[in-house]
Nanobody, 116 residues
């Protein structure tokens, strides 16, 4: 069974940076799938913030363009989200999964809190 584990979140001041990781196990190769980083805020629908296709194409939500960068290490079967110039509105639980079709059940995600 495919398992996705997110990590790297934490508490950071506005303007700070974090690097999130999405590690895959169970046999599914991330590079063969269109993957996404999502943000979940209580009471709101899950939001796609960044996409990385199997071909390496990236797209971003307008709210994070120029600040977030999604990448992948195929040797480690891991996807990353580099988050710079963080803002309080970036606060939420960040999860990874297939972009349009989940490749795994949703994990716990990793909490990002941006606060002074």
């Amino acid at each position: 069974q495919e398992v996705l584990v997110e990590s790297g979140g934490g508490l950071v001041q506005p303007g700070g940076s974090l690097r999130l990781s999405c590690a895959a196990s169970g046999g599914r190769v991330l590079s063969a799938n269109d993957m996404g980083w999502f943000r979940q805020i209580p009471g709101k629908a899950r939001e796609l913030v960044a996409q990385l296709t199997s071909r390496g194409t990236t797209t971003y939500a307008d709210s994070v363009k120029g600040r977030f960068t999604v990448s992948r290490d195929d040797a480690l079967n891991t996807m990353y989200l580099q988050m710079n110039s963080l803002k309080p509105e970036d606060t939420g639980v960040y999860l990874c999964n297939g972009h349009l079709v989940p490749i795994s059940s949703w994990g716990r995600g990793t909490q990002v809190t941006v606060s002074a």
